[in-house]
């Protein structure tokens, strides 16, 4: 199968610090690809790079295609409306904005906005219409940050770390939902929770010093304790037992695989 | 108590007008970041076009429809220029601040000698209604109507704005571009458009200003503009950057302490005040009244 977004040389400088350096790894069209890495290694800065929101003073080289569509210097807006869906870490909704505002924004002319898709996975959302975003909790926040996407057709989902600060309960939640997200769109995914990965991710691709360190089947790495250690800095006993799947509602396992 | 209504009044009209120069200055800067020290020239412009209309343009005059045609004139040319200046300077500048203010500051110096070179540097007589020149007694007060004129005008403005910014799509964009412009551009929209619109909106407001600031002080001179950019800039600081209501109730905070003090203590003491005010205000609450919000 030909990939969905095929990275290639991908190398980012930013006030002199040259955080990606030859970065090349592909996506593949359908399912969950995981991208992983030590705090600081790139992670970030590799989904930013791909919708082109390097900031104006970054040099970006390389190569990224999305189909047969090269995307390195095109506008962000323009490559958002090509079908490629961003997620960003910490949520970014528009605080003073009510629910409905945030998802408003989204709409795009000329489609029509798939907002029973949204309710359906979010009834939260039709319920909160009229509440400012700012005043929504994390998980809410993050469920409004992903249905803002979801109204319009990807082709492919960016979502970089959807799971971070939040509580186990939902963290559950934004799994499930990202699951059957990724029934109908591939997603890339930056993500330190080890449960979620292991539910989620079928490809893994670790970053370790703004290089890839490894490429392969996320499941097979989650197995090897000492690769696991080595790239990740965690071990991962727990999360290779297959006991562990079940467990991601678990408070104490959405914890102790947090990296 | 007729001089307290009085001074209150006129204090009011001068808060129009900076809240006019103001509203354009705050969103431009809360939405594209840009610290606009060109701003005045929209003003000069719209007080110059309208000047010029009235003299000039077949259908335009001093009076009734004439004086409301020229003035239409004057804020469609205000409206041009700061459109044209988004879109050939500031553009291509977006994210560098330093080049951003050399640009406008620059531009400002350069468009008052053109105002000078153009029609000299001396005041010349506004050509204004009638009506305009006389006085409405309020309360025992004998308020000139040119003042009245800039309050009428300013609400119309504020509430012209902010019915924009609550109920179009664009107004939404351009909230949502003053929390997070970013995020604008990552859910697929072209946020650069939003900035000529700012930038259209702040010109039409400064010229509408530079047009019936004419009416108000009765003459125009090429100064004028860079002159009332000064405490624009202070209400928008007071106000907080972005916010439009932030910017009005700034403007009415410094019009009225301007006045007040001037009148009351010595000539001048109230701008002194009114800077003493700004710092007050970094100091206890540096984002403003308002903070950073396109508050709709």
Same mark, same amino acid.
């Not at chain 2, 705050?26 to 970041?33: E, M, P, T």
């Not at chain 2, 309208?50 to 009734?64: E, M, R």
């Not at chain 2, 799509?169 to 412009?181: C, D, K, P, Q, T």
């Given at each position: 199968?030909?990939?969905?977004?095929s990275?290639? !040389?991908?190398?980012?400088?930013?006030s002199?610090?040259?955080?990606?350096?030859?970065?090349?790894?592909?996506?593949?069209? %359908?399912?969950?690809?995981?991208?992983?890495?030590?705090n600081?290694?790139?992670k970030?800065?590799t989904?930013?790079?791909?919708?082109?929101?390097?900031?104006p /003073?970054? !040099?970006?080289?390389?190569?990224i295609?999305?189909?047969a569509q090269?995307?390195?210097?095109?506008?962000t807006?323009?490559?958002?409306?090509?079908?490629?869906?961003?997620?960003? !870490?910490?949520?970014?909704?528009? /605080?003073?904005l009510?629910?409905?505002?945030?998802?408003?924004l989204a !709409?795009?002319?000329?489609? %029509?906005?798939?907002?029973?898709?949204?309710?359906?996975?979010?009834?939260?959302?039709?319920?909160?219409?009229?509440?400012?975003?700012?005043?929504l909790?994390?998980?809410?926040?993050?469920m409004?940050?992903?249905?803002?996407?979801?109204?319009?057709d990807n082709?492919?989902l960016l979502?970089?770390?959807?799971?971070?600060?939040?509580a186990p309960?939902?963290? %559950?939640?934004?799994?499930?939902?990202?699951?059957r997200?990724?029934?109908s769109?591939?997603?890339?995914?930056?993500?330190q929770?080890?449960?979620?990965?292991?539910?989620?991710?079928?490809?893994a691709?670790?970053?370790?010093?703004?290089?890839?360190?490894?490429?392969g089947?996320?499941?097979?790495?989650?197995?090897e304790?000492?690769?696991t250690?080595?790239?990740?800095?965690?071990?991962?006993?727990e999360?290779?037992?297959?006991?562990?799947?079940?467990?991601?509602?678990?408070?104490?396992?959405?914890?102790?695989?947090?990296? | 108590?007729g001089?307290?209504i009085?001074?209150?009044?006129t204090?009011?009209?001068?808060?129009?007008?900076? #809240?006019?120069?103001?509203?354009?200055?705050?969103?431009?800067?809360?939405?594209a970041?840009?610290?606009?020290?060109?701003h005045?020239?929209f003003?000069?412009?719209?007080?110059y076009g309208?000047?010029?209309?009235?003299?000039?343009?077949?259908?335009?005059g001093?009076?009734?429809?004439g004086?409301?045609?020229?003035v239409?004139?004057g804020?469609?040319? $205000?409206? @041009?220029?700061?459109?044209?200046?988004? @879109?050939?300077?500031?553009?291509?500048?977006?994210?560098?601040?330093?080049?951003?203010?050399?640009?406008?500051v620059?531009?400002?110096?350069? &468009?008052?000698?053109?105002?000078?070179?153009?029609?000299?540097? =001396?005041?010349?007589? #506004?050509?204004?209604? =009638?009506?305009t020149?006389?006085?409405?007694?309020?309360? $025992?007060?004998?308020?000139?109507n040119?003042?009245? @004129?800039?309050?009428?005008?300013?609400?119309?403005?504020? $509430?012209?704005?902010?019915?924009?910014?609550?109920?179009?799509?664009?107004?939404?964009?351009?909230r949502?571009?003053?929390?997070?412009?970013?995020m604008?551009?990552?859910?697929?929209?072209d946020v650069?458009?939003?900035?000529?619109?700012?930038?259209?909106?702040?010109?039409?407001?400064?010229?509408?200003?530079?047009?019936?600031?004419?009416?108000?002080?009765?003459?125009?001179?090429?100064g004028?503009?860079?002159?009332?950019?000064?405490?624009?800039f202070?209400?928008?600081?007071?106000? &907080?950057m972005?916010?439009?209501?932030?910017?009005?109730y700034?403007? *009415?905070? *410094?019009?009225?302490?301007q006045?007040?003090?001037?009148?009351?203590?010595?000539?001048?003491?109230? =701008?002194?005040?009114?800077?003493?005010?700004?710092?007050?205000?970094?100091?206890?609450?540096?984002? $403003?009244?308002?903070?950073k919000?396109?508050?709709?």
């Amino acid at each position: 199968m030909e990939p969905i977004l095929s990275v290639e !040389e991908l190398s980012v400088r930013i006030s002199g610090l040259h955080i990606l350096q030859g970065v090349s790894f592909t996506v593949a069209p %359908t399912g969950v690809t995981v991208l992983l890495g030590r705090n600081g290694v790139g992670k970030t800065t590799t989904l930013r790079a791909i919708v082109g929101l390097t900031p104006p /003073a970054g !040099e970006v080289r390389g190569t990224i295609r999305m189909g047969a569509q090269s995307l390195l210097a095109r506008p962000t807006h323009r490559l958002v409306r090509g079908g490629l869906g961003y997620v960003p !870490e910490d949520r970014c909704v528009f /605080a003073g904005l009510t629910v409905a505002e945030n998802l408003r924004l989204a !709409e795009r002319r000329g489609t %029509t906005p798939a907002y029973d898709k949204v309710f359906a996975l979010f009834p939260e959302l039709d319920r909160r219409g009229r509440q400012r975003a700012g005043s929504l909790s994390g998980g809410q926040q993050q469920m409004l940050a992903i249905g803002r996407v979801l109204l319009n057709d990807n082709r492919l989902l960016l979502v970089d770390e959807p799971t971070k600060g939040l509580a186990p309960k939902v963290v %559950t939640e934004v799994a499930e939902v990202l699951e059957r997200v990724a029934e109908s769109v591939p997603v890339l995914l930056v993500e330190q929770n080890l449960a979620v990965v292991r539910r989620l991710a079928r490809d893994a691709v670790v970053l370790a010093a703004g290089k890839v360190a490894w490429t392969g089947d996320a499941h097979e790495l989650l197995l090897e304790t000492a690769l696991t250690k080595s790239l990740l800095g965690v071990g991962s006993a727990e999360a290779a037992t297959p006991s562990a799947r079940s467990e991601l509602a678990s408070p104490a396992v959405a914890r102790e695989d947090q990296l | 108590m007729g001089t307290v209504i009085l001074l209150a009044l006129t204090g009011l009209g001068l808060a129009a007008l900076y #809240f006019l120069v103001a509203s354009g200055l705050s969103l431009v800067f809360g939405l594209a970041d840009v610290l606009n020290f060109a701003h005045g020239l929209f003003l000069g412009v719209g007080a110059y076009g309208t000047w010029w209309a009235a003299g000039n343009l077949p259908g335009a005059g001093p009076d009734g429809f004439g004086f409301v045609f020229a003035v239409a004139f004057g804020v469609a040319a $205000g409206t @041009l220029v700061a459109i044209l200046v988004e @879109l050939v300077l500031i553009r291509p500048l977006y994210s560098r601040t330093i080049e951003q203010v050399l640009v406008t500051v620059g531009l400002s110096l350069a &468009g008052v000698a053109l105002l000078q070179a153009t029609w000299g540097a =001396d005041a010349r007589p #506004f050509p204004r209604p =009638d009506w305009t020149r006389q006085v409405t007694g309020i309360f $025992g007060a004998q308020v000139p109507n040119g003042g009245l @004129l800039l309050i009428i005008a300013a609400v119309l403005v504020l $509430g012209a704005i902010l019915a924009f910014l609550r109920w179009t799509r664009y107004g939404l964009v351009i909230r949502a571009g003053v929390e997070n412009r970013e995020m604008v551009t990552a859910l697929g929209i072209d946020v650069r458009k939003a900035f000529t619109l700012v930038f259209a909106i702040g010109g039409a407001a400064a010229a509408l200003a530079g047009a019936l600031g004419g009416v108000y002080f009765g003459t125009v001179s090429p100064g004028q503009g860079g002159s009332l950019l000064i405490f624009a800039f202070i209400v928008v600081v007071i106000g &907080g950057m972005g916010s439009v209501v932030g910017s009005a109730y700034a403007a *009415v905070v *410094v019009g009225l302490v301007q006045q007040f003090v001037n009148y009351y203590g010595t000539s001048g003491l109230g =701008d002194i005040c009114v800077v003493g005010l700004l710092a007050v205000v970094l100091l206890l609450r540096p984002q $403003g009244i308002a903070g950073k919000v396109a508050t709709a």
